[in-house]
């Protein structure tokens, strides 16, 4: 499985986003995709994933009501949806797919796409 992240770029503090992950190969039904971020010198971090299939939908708690992921399985694409940015939103965005029952932690995924920039100008 290929991944591939876009859409970051420099916004506003208030402003929304929406980024976009690309996938190629095959991607069973079972398989979650997530979206982390990571800030440098810091751990990657969970923000939200949605299972392929019936599309259980995750949400870290540090931006819960603020961002939306949805898929697209027409496209192969999963989106994540962010308002209300914030100049500690600043990262690189990362999306993954995991092939086992987690979800949570970036251990448990084994696919990996090359990340997109988001910067939040205060």
């Known amino acids: 499985v290929q991944l591939q992240a876009s859409g970051g770029g420099l916004v506003q503090a208030g402003d929304s986003l929406r980024l976009s992950c690309a996938a190629s190969?095959?991607?069973?039904?079972?398989?979650?995709i997530g979206w982390f971020r990571q800030v440098p010198g810091k751990e990657r971090e969970f923000v939200a994933a949605?299972?392929?299939?019936?599309?259980?939908?995750f949400y870290a708690d540090s931006m819960k009501g603020r961002i939306t992921i949805s898929k697209d399985n027409a496209k192969n694409t999963v989106y994540l949806h962010m308002n209300s940015l914030k100049p500690d939103d600043t990262a690189v965005y990362y999306c993954?797919?995991?092939?086992?029952?987690?979800?949570?932690?970036?251990?448990?995924?084994?696919?990996w796409g090359q990340g997109t920039l988001v910067t939040v100008s205060s």
């Open positions: 949605i299972r392929w299939s019936g599309g259980s939908i």
């Open positions: 190969g095959r991607i069973f039904s079972s398989y979650v």
């Open positions: 993954a797919a995991a092939t086992g029952l987690g979800y949570r932690s970036e251990h448990s995924y084994d696919f």
